[in-house]
């Protein structure tokens, strides 16, 4: 059973910059799709950012384009994501997530998702 564990959230600043991280807490992620998703208050996650395995392939939601960067470390079994820029409506919690098989599953609609973290708070002030 994969377990993945986030890190790096809390309170900052408008315009200031986060960096989150996920590791995979028993077995190697070289072979999953991997994203982190958003959730705001009553609505469900949605995601924000996505990479294959070879990390040559990514997505971001058009609200990050530009101001978000995902990217992982194979071999520290280890996604991260960077935030510039960050605006008070970035503040959500934030899931790790990973998906076996074709990298288009993570990104479908509804995702298929395989494993989550349980997700790490991320306050943005005005």
């Known amino acids: 059973q994969v377990q993945l564990e986030e890190s790096g959230g809390g309170l900052v600043q408008a315009g200031r910059s986060l960096t989150l991280s996920c590791t995979a807490s028993e077995r190697t992620l070289s072979d999953a799709t991997m994203g982190w998703f958003r959730q705001f208050p009553g609505v469900e996650r949605v995601l924000v950012a996505a990479?294959?395995?070879?990390?040559?392939?990514?997505y971001y939601q058009d609200s990050v384009q530009g101001r978000f960067t995902i990217s992982r470390d194979n071999a520290k079994n280890t996604v991260y994501l960077q935030m510039n820029d960050l605006k008070p409506e970035d503040t959500a919690v934030y899931y790790c997530?990973?998906?076996?098989?074709?990298?288009?599953?993570?990104?479908?609609?509804?995702?298929?998702?395989?494993?989550w973290g349980k997700g790490t708070l991320v306050t943005v002030s005005s």
């Open positions: 990479i294959n395995r070879p990390g040559s392939g990514i």
């Open positions: 997530a990973g998906s076996q098989g074709p990298s288009t599953r993570l990104i479908s609609n509804p995702p298929s998702v395989d494993y």
